[in-house]
């Protein structure tokens, strides 16, 4: 066998994933592609894997994925002559308590909202459809009729044969050794048969994905785990191509194989392989089995199908399956590396996605940027946190024992924590800070009174904290509140050429004097939102750039990618060497005036601008921005600095200031109509949609990526706007996902949404469709409804700000 010497691009890893990967990227864009796997097609985990494909998600982009394979798999049989194992067989999910069937009467909204078809049914119904399930503990069940199973192996190679029909090449048994490099870029792929030139690679590696992207500096935070499950004899009784079964509250689930059950499950309690490096021949190969562990899944699977109390067990399966810190699989461009793309990490549903994976992914490669909004896989979600090896293992060890739990709202992850945290910390602590965690920064979520127990009880209604929330709420309105954002993700750009730079890179105008600040939306080639961020112009060729602490890789990544070749523009990731203390509220002036000479008056210091001032001794950068609608400044402080100028602003504030917490910023902001990325702005949506034409510099001369997209826009008919809803029923929890009805019918969903505490209404925003357009006619003739966990409530539809509409609050 030969390797060429050369090929565009070099997917590697032969499993789903590569084969799904490698088919399309043949298939749809006839690239030069070659797939190169160290053993043989499948030897990873594809070949043991259950074959559940389920299609549901909570996210639209997610979920039309995992639509596309099912579609896939339905037709690929035809196409390449091999058969995949599909049956369309359905899939029940159970409930044994109210807090489940709340969680399912939500999904059966999310899934409307997105689409698909989702019935409850009832105890009885389930009886019916599956007559050997003891129902006695049910409340319900959902039932997706789309849903199903199919055999992992045989799709691999059905894709892996449909690749070579349309040019790809395959080789088996080549080991990738590491790569040639240049400039932070791949030049070759190294193997013991010989080095591939490239344009472009493709790390699908499964199970070793982690320690293939080390060899190119690339971080792949994923984690094998064991997992187990047992195929039995055959059972008197059980029908072929019963419904697949879901039992999350007894943590199992069950699919019909040759008139038996495969039955495994997810553990509270599950067991890592290893924290290092998984070993090249582990190829084709189990663990022993663990009956002693599984004995809690068997116990709990009798409970419900009481007839394998009394069937053999033909084969046990024990496998690693590759999952990953916050349960999402990993896609896209490693921000390390600009030409190597990872698909890995698929968390046991890698069939489920694999088809749709492969599609997004080639269409990633070929294009340079994801073909829709991807945000939730992106690999660029994680940080340097997540090169700790051990710190992942704990948190992907938490993530695999909560893959069956409900999803109650607002719920954090526990372990590793505290790891990352601002010099207040300890002060927050005092004032009863409950903190949540974001990218390894602690964060105060909400403040618990004197008295009151500090952390979260969940509930699918009003939580434990939703009063003290208000009361933080109501105080920034009326007095001022100081919120700790020290996670900000913070950047300098600077040299001759930075100027230049943004000009290319931002959508709005932030080519003002120094001293000005600017609100920006970042723009992909379709005119989407990638990121938006706040601009200050320090000087003639510096820029202080501020972005949300999730942010932090994503947007650094994408600035340096889209400077301009040969441009002198340095850009400096400079997130720890300041803190941010957001002082916020109408009385935040007369604070700042009593701890600083420098004059903050409205004709002084405009909305707008940034001044460096003194405060407590230090050097302070004072951005007037808000987030919440009122007066206020963002002050970046020398991170040491940061205590002293929170005890001053204290002080000087008595007894009107308290700090105040993520969860109370996120209901100011709702009231304003404040857009949040990665939820009412993605990379789907461009800024006319999203009501943000305002921020687009369409009106100058200027050239700036996005430019071209959306002057193809600019006067077309808007076939979806971003719009706010208020619902008066108090008793309502909006979370976002809810479906919007126009006279009757669905015409979109929430985005986001929560309590406005200000305009005593729950408060959401979400995109209205129409095909022929949406205009102010359309939405003024409407008679506006929302579906909230499967109810419908009347609902009133704003296109301004619920709150200061005419925005004077934060400008006066």
């Not at 879901?246 to 194989?257: A, V």
Request: net charge neutral; glycine share 10%; with cysteine.
């Amino acid at each position: 066998m030969k390797l060429p010497s050369h090929a565009g691009i070099v997917v590697i890893g032969g499993g789903i994933i590569g084969c799904s990967t490698a088919y399309h990227l043949a298939r749809d864009h006839r690239a030069d592609v070659i797939l190169l796997e160290q053993g043989k097609l499948t030897c990873g985990s594809t070949w043991h894997a259950a074959g559940l494909v389920g299609q549901l998600r909570s996210s639209a982009s997610i979920t039309r994925v995992l639509k596309y394979s099912v579609e896939l798999y339905k037709g690929l049989e035809k196409e390449t002559g091999l058969a995949t194992g599909w049956k369309m067989t359905g899939c029940l999910r159970l409930a044994t308590n109210q807090d489940r069937w709340t969680e399912y009467r939500r999904l059966a909204t999310t899934a409307r909202s997105f689409g698909m078809e989702m019935h409850l049914v009832s105890p009885a119904e389930v009886k019916r459809m599956w007559p050997l399930m003891n129902v006695s503990d049910l409340v319900g069940a959902s039932w997706l009729p789309t849903d199903g199973q199919a055999s992992p192996s045989d799709i691999a190679q059905s894709l892996a044969r449909g690749a070579r029909m349309h040019g790809a090449r395959i080789f088996e048994g080549v080991r990738v050794d590491g790569f040639a490099m240049k400039d932070g870029t791949i030049t070759a792929v190294k193997t013991a048969m010989g080095d591939i030139g490239c344009d472009k690679v493709v790390n699908c590696a499964g199970q070793w994905a982690r320690q293939l992207g080390a060899k190119a500096g690339v971080t792949v935070p994923l984690q094998p785990v064991k997992h187990q499950y047992i195929v039995t004899e055959r059972i008197d009784g059980l029908p072929a191509g019963a419904a697949t079964i879901r039992d999350p509250d007894r943590r199992t689930y069950f699919k019909e194989e040759v008139g038996g059950l495969v039955m495994g499950g997810y553990e509270p309690n599950p067991i890592a392989w290893t924290a290092g490096d998984v070993p090249d021949d582990f190829e084709f190969r189990l663990f022993d089995d663990d009956f002693d562990h599984f004995e809690q899944h068997l116990a709990a699977a009798i409970a419900r199908v009481p007839a394998l109390a009394e069937t053999g067990v033909k084969q046990m399966i024990n496998g690693p399956e590759s999952f990953t810190p916050d349960g999402n699989f990993i896609l896209g461009v490693a921000p390390e590396c600009r030409n190597m793309f990872v698909g890995a990490g698929f968390n046991a549903f890698g069939i489920a996605s694999g088809g749709g994976a492969g599609w997004v992914l080639a269409q990633w490669v070929v294009d340079g940027e994801a073909p829709l909004d991807l945000w939730v896989v992106d690999i660029r979600r994680f940080s340097e946190l997540h090169r700790d090896r051990q710190w992942v293992l704990e948190r992907t060890l938490e993530a695999y024992g909560k893959h069956y739990t409900i999803g109650f709202p607002h719920e954090e992850y526990l372990s590793g924590r505290p790891r990352i945290v601002s010099p207040l910390y300890d002060r927050l602590k005092a004032h009863g800070a409950v903190f949540g965690s974001k990218l390894g920064w602690e964060r105060p979520n909400w403040f618990a009174a004197p008295g009151v127990e500090a952390r979260d009880i969940h509930s699918m209604a009003r939580q434990n904290w939703f009063e003290a929330v208000g009361a933080e709420h109501a105080h920034v309105r009326r007095h001022v509140g100081i919120f700790d954002q020290s996670s900000f993700a913070k950047y300098e750009l600077s040299g001759k050429d930075a100027a230049r730079a943004l000009d290319w890179i931002c959508a709005n105008d932030v080519s003002k004097e120094p001293g000005r600040l600017t609100y920006t939306q970042l723009l992909n080639s379709r005119a989407g939102v990638e990121a938006d961020l706040t601009v200050a112009r320090l000087g003639e060729d510096r820029f202080y750039i501020v972005t949300g602490t999730g942010f932090r890789t994503h947007d650094l990544a994408w600035i340096r990618e889209h400077v301009g070749k040969g441009l002198q523009a340095e850009l400096a990731d400079v997130t720890e060497r300041y803190g941010t203390l957001s002082l916020m509220g109408p009385e935040s002036r007369e604070v700042l005036s009593a701890v600083s000479d420098t004059d903050v008056s409205n004709t002084a210091f405009p909305f707008g601008h940034v001044r460096e001032m003194k405060l407590a001794g230090h050097a302070v950068r004072a951005l007037r921005i808000t987030y919440v609608g009122e007066l206020g400044w963002e002050l970046h402080v020398p991170i040491a600095a940061t205590g002293e100028v929170f005890d001053a602003l204290m002080r000087a504030g008595k007894p009107n200031i308290r700090p105040v917490g993520y969860r109370a910023l996120e209901s100011l902001r709702l009231e304003k109509s404040y857009r949040a990325w990665g939820a009412d702005i993605t990379p789907n949506d461009t800024p006319f949609e999203a009501g943000l034409g305002w921020a687009v510099k369409l009106g100058k001369n200027i050239d700036f990526l996005g430019r071209r997209a959306l002057e193809a826009l600019d006067g077309e008919p808007l076939k979806k706007r971003l719009a706010g809803f208020t619902v008066d029923d108090p008793d309502i929890v909006l979370v976002g996902r809810e479906t919007i009805l126009r006279n009757g019918q669905p015409v979109g969903y929430l985005t986001s949404g929560g309590y406005g505490y200000t305009i005593a209404r729950n408060v959401g925003y979400g995109y209205v469709r129409n095909a022929s357009g949406v205009d102010d006619a359309f939405l003024t003739a409407g008679d506006w409804e929302l579906v909230v966990a499967t109810e419908r409530t009347r609902a009133t539809l704003h296109m301004k700000p619920p709150y200061d509409p005419a925005g004077e609050r934060p400008r006066s």
